[in-house]
């Protein structure tokens, strides 16, 4: 079974923000393979299915981006999931909008949910996508750049990345890792 989780913040000011396209892609993975996201429970929203004969859940932390590691844990210990079996998804300041990358393994960088997933679990050893939303033209905040809402001229790269995202993690349910590292790096 696969643990699939999507990074964001859960109040609808933050629904589209750059700092939630994890939560948008499991709401297009949820969309494409008809699982509910329904179940409230584990400090998050989330859904059972199958994708490419594979069960899954699809899990939107409700924690706030800096506790998402607190739902995650929780549900990995409930279900006894591997930690091999766990893909995270989440939004990345260092690449280019529209852009995604793959990794096996490694730190958090500056993300903060990413830095709370580590800590919880103890481990930097899971499967990760980041969807690239670039960095801010001008020194304006930062902050307000990754929560701030997100102007028309960017929305169809951003879009662009979150479609790939969900191809990458039907392709290393499919194909394993290294497969869909060669696809989409």
Request: hydrophobic share 35%; proline share 3%.
């Amino acid at each position: 079974m696969y643990l699939i989780v999507g990074l964001g913040n859960p109040e609808k000011d933050y629904s589209n923000t750059r700092h939630n396209m994890g939560f948008h892609v499991i709401n297009k993975i949820a969309k494409q393979y008809e699982i509910e996201i329904s179940k409230n429970k584990f400090k998050g929203m989330y859904g059972n299915g199958i994708i490419e004969g594979e069960k899954v859940i699809l899990l939107k932390p409700q924690t706030y981006m800096n506790l998402s590691g607190e739902s995650v844990k929780e549900i990995i210990q409930f279900y006894k999931i591997e930690v091999e079996q766990l893909i995270v998804i989440y939004d990345d300041i260092d690449i280019e909008p529209g852009m995604i990358k793959l990794r096996k393994s490694g730190g958090p960088g500056t993300h903060n949910g990413m830095k709370s997933v580590v800590h919880e679990l103890n481990t930097q050893n899971f499967k990760r996508i980041r969807v690239g939303i670039g960095m801010p033209i001008e020194k304006e905040d930062l902050i307000e750049y990754v929560i701030g809402a997100i102007p028309e001229e960017d929305k169809e790269k951003l879009e662009k990345g979150t479609d790939l995202a969900k191809e990458a993690v039907i392709e290393m349910i499919k194909n394993g890792m290294d497969q869909a590292m060669n696809k989409f790096n």
